[in-house]
């Protein structure tokens, strides 16, 4: 078989998690989801905000992706 330009995809089906958050927490994020909304034109529920903020601030951890790059992992 030949390989194509473009790799196999990774499984991408979602994961649902389920968090429990501080009421002040709560208020936070739906200030921020308001905020969004008045920026962009477009309402978006916390918990669909949620994901992209944390993909951000995964990707933004410096001392996370060296940790991650150097093959070291969080003890289980």
Known sequence: MADLKLA????RTPVKLTISVLPEL???LEAYAALYATIYGRQEPVAGLVPAMLAAFLDSDREFAKARRS???APR
């Open 26 to 28: 709560h208020q936070v």
């Open 8 to 11: 196999r995809l990774p499984d």
């Open 71 to 73: 093959g070291a992992s």
